[in-house]
């Protein structure tokens, strides 16, 4: 009781002497710590944003500029060539504020607006002369360790008009857009991915129908996109959010849902709450920044600088099922979390003071949440089920039973929460001795139970019984690098700055005051509950139908494939070639995920990593008659065909995006296209993706080499096909995550990845063999 009565800020009591009124000072404290933490929030994003919209330039330097002017006018000099005296005829001598402006006044305010606009003039003229240097990308194509004069002298000037300290957005204004690729490019390059894929009558067939859009269809859809890139940020990347996932009727969890785990050798504590009271705070001092927009922005080569649109949404956001198309609902300032944990939602405030929760307070809260024996009400248990299904079942029911009462209350706590955390029952995490271990860890970050995680929500932080953690990622919002950068910087302060006591505790003191978190109610009839079994049983066939595969290879690592003078990328995307041929016998479509972040809005982009080079190159592995300088002349071919694809996709010269938004294009326009039908319909059996590491660096991994990450993974995209998400820690350490599904015959991930640790060892055993021979 003695929660309840300090959750209340005054009481009254009405007697025959009138209206006794009590007050809670403690509580009025806190209500009034609130309110400064709130304005203060206010007024440290109000400055930042006055900094971000005036970046390159700062606000001294408008102060500078007005000096100046007026310095020069009491020296009798005009440097605005009259332009001062023409604002100051046009200035009111009498208004309603004021009865008479002096001469003198007069000339000091014409002085500080001619100043002003010079100074707004150069900072447009600072953004545009910006972006045409960051619109330059021959850097990028350039041999690495090799930087021209040319790039040099870019790479100077990018500097210098780049100013300093940039906060995360200074940069978005500056941004070029994505370009437009020629359509006889994009055609040809399409044409020659699909050239090793194809017997000749085949391919004959694809160049005639490839001709014909060319002639008669693509001029008109080209002009539609080329208006659409004149008046939108990007021309992709709505229509890729909206059409590639939220209009996708199917389940999210496995489809589309990617996960990260932990570091891959430690646990730095083994209670749970502990864990999951240092990692929700470090999570709070990001957002805090993530806010205010005082992260440094991502920058390659340290100089150009990468887009940062996708963090806005990174917390307070859900995936909202609809009918026909889903959409994303993102709030801000949300102070709550809703926590699962053994068929409860519990809701957990994140502030006290004015403040956030300190690590000890939040494992405190997190405790009691563990200490709970309460039983789920009826249908509480696999109610998140709901968001592991089909997307339609779950609207409907959202719509019928959820609008209202208290189910709607409950469910908008959930929506509105900061972000989802589920305390896990199970035990996971990486054994040497039982390498399998690794493939149930992936299973549980990928769907669990299929219902404790609520996959719409921006991302569901997973915290098992033995301290271990992981992350579960909505994907329409973001890619994979965001919440990379945020795990990575949770990681190192959960280990490097908040740390733990002797006994494995959070550091810092118990706090008897705090509410204890509140369980949410619901009243969810039986015709409810039965869609919720229909949505549990459909997650659950897809989810047991996974099969996973987590491979550590640490045979070696970036630091002998670069001493071979071959990007890893391209070394791994080659041996993949090399085992999905013995693994399968044929070739396929391949997808590789690449960035477009160098440009406004921009997101991924797709290599197409079965090429002509590196299909010949594993012929000649496969060829006993073949030299070993035969080979590792082909292997060169095909490194150097892959990573000038990569740099091409990069810089907005890939193929997938345009041909994608020139079908949506003639969709919108009723336009019957075979070729690009026939395109968007072809499977990508091999779907492959790099996850990012070491964005920030905040961790010596020549130093901590325990303290690396394992990576993380998705799910198969095709039924009949691998996903292989692959992760290089450091100079000698790769992750491999490999998925596919057991109901298909053709494939086994287990196969596969022995397939992949023997075709990354022959590869070396090339070099290896080329040494012996000099």
């Not at 100074?119 to 360790?145: D, M, N, Q, V």
């Not at 026909?324 to 405030?349: A, C, M, P, S």
Request: aromatic share 12%; proline share 4%; hydrophobic share 40%.
């Amino acid at each position: 009781m003695a929660e309840a009565h300090q959750a209340v800020a005054f009481q009254f009591t009405v007697t025959p002497e009138g209206i006794k009124l009590q007050l809670s000072r403690e509580v009025l404290k806190h209500i009034y710590l609130s309110g400064v933490t709130t304005w203060r929030k206010r007024a440290i994003q109000f400055k930042n944003g006055i900094l971000t919209e005036v970046y390159p330039a700062s606000p001294s330097s408008w102060l500078f500029m007005v000096i100046a002017i007026m310095s020069s006018m009491y020296a009798r000099v005009d440097p605005s060539m009259g332009m001062i005296d023409s604002i100051k005829k046009v200035l009111p001598v009498r208004s309603v504020y004021y009865d008479y402006l002096t001469v003198q006044t007069q000339t000091v305010l014409s002085a500080i607006l001619f100043a002003t606009a010079l100074w707004l003039s150069l900072i447009l003229l600072l953004r545009y002369t910006l972006k045409a240097l960051l619109s330059y990308h021959g850097w990028i194509f350039e041999p690495h360790g090799k930087m021209s004069a040319s790039t040099k002298l870019w790479m100077s000037l990018v500097k210098m008009f780049s100013g300093r300290r940039p906060l995360l957005y200074s940069f978005q204004a500056a941004l070029p857009r994505l370009p437009v690729p020629n359509i006889d490019d994009t055609i040809q390059r399409y044409l020659e991915s699909v050239r090793p894929l194809l017997d000749d009558d085949q391919y004959k067939q694809m160049e005639i129908v490839a001709t014909e859009f060319k002639k008669d269809q693509a001029p008109k859809l080209q002009k539609y996109l080329l208006v659409k890139s004149w008046w939108a940020n990007n021309y992709v990347s709505d229509w890729w959010e909206e059409y590639i996932y939220l209009k996708g009727r199917g389940p999210i969890m496995v489809n589309s849902n990617f996960y990260t785990m932990d570091m891959l050798y430690t646990i730095p504590t083994h209670r749970q709450a502990a864990r999951a009271g240092n990692v929700v705070h470090a999570i709070l001092q990001y957002r805090r920044k993530l806010e205010r927009g005082e992260h440094a922005p991502m920058r390659a080569l340290g100089v150009v600088p990468m887009c940062s649109y996708q963090y806005e949404r990174m917390f307070n956001t859900t995936r909202i099922p609809g009918l026909e198309t889903d959409y994303i609902q993102h709030l801000r300032n949300r102070k709550h979390l809703v926590v699962y944990h053994q068929g409860r939602f519990f809701k957990v405030w994140l502030y006290y003071g004015g403040r956030h929760l300190l690590p000890s307070e939040l494992e405190q809260q997190f405790q009691r949440i563990l200490n709970d024996t309460t039983e789920p009400q009826p249908g509480e248990l696999k109610l998140a089920s709901l968001t592991a299904g089909n997307r339609v079942p779950w609207a409907k029911a959202r719509q019928k039973y959820f609008n209202d009462g208290v189910n709607k209350m409950s469910l908008d706590v959930i929506e509105t929460a900061a972000f989802f955390l589920t305390l896990d029952n199970e035990v996971h995490g990486y054994d040497p001795e039982r390498p399998r271990t690794m493939d149930l860890y992936a299973k549980s970050l990928l769907h669990g139970t299929c219902y404790d995680r609520w996959f719409d929500k921006s991302f569901n932080l997973i915290v098992y019984k033995n301290g271990k953690i992981g992350v579960n990622t909505e994907h329409s919002w973001a890619d994979a690098p965001i919440i990379g950068h945020m795990w990575e910087d949770i990681l190192a302060t959960d280990v490097f700055h908040l740390g733990y006591t002797e006994e494995g505790h959070c550091k810092g003191d118990i706090n008897k005051g705090l509410t204890f978190p509140s369980r949410l109610q619901w009243d969810i009839p039986k015709a409810c509950q039965e869609i919720i079994e229909g949505s549990y049983a459909i997650a659950k066939e897809l989810a047991d139908d996974v099969d996973f595969y987590c491979c550590v290879f640490d045979e070696f690592g970036k630091g002998l494939i670069k001493k071979s003078r071959t990007s890893p990328d391209a070394f791994i995307q080659i041996a993949l070639q090399l085992a999905h041929f013995r693994d399968k016998g044929e070739f396929c479509l391949t997808y590789e995920s690449s960035m477009t972040r160098m440009f406004r809005e921009g997101r991924t982009e797709t290599v197409r990593s079965c090429t002509i080079e590196s299909t010949a190159f594993v012929r000649s592995m496969e060829d006993e008659a073949c030299t070993v300088r035969q080979r590792l002349a082909l292997f060169r071919r095909s490194a150097e065909k892959h990573q000038n694809m990569y740099r091409l996709a990069m810089t907005g010269a890939g193929i997938d995006r345009h041909l994608f938004c020139l079908y949506i294009v003639s969709k919108l326009l009723d336009i019957e296209s075979p070729f690009l039908k026939q395109v968007l319909s072809e499977p990508w059996r091999l779907s492959t993706s790099q996850t990012p590491q070491h964005q920030l660096n905040l961790v010596d991994t020549q130093k901590f080499p325990k303290y690396v990450g394992a990576g993380g993974g998705f799910g198969p995209v095709a039924d009949d096909g691998y996903g292989v998400s692959y992760n290089v820690v450091g100079e000698n350490l790769i992750t491999f995550h490999i998925s596919s599904k057991y109901s298909s015959p053709e494939t086994d991930s287990h196969r596969f990845g022995q397939n992949i640790r023997q075709a990354m060892l022959d590869i070396k055993a090339l070099f290896n063999q080329k040494q012996k021979a000099n």
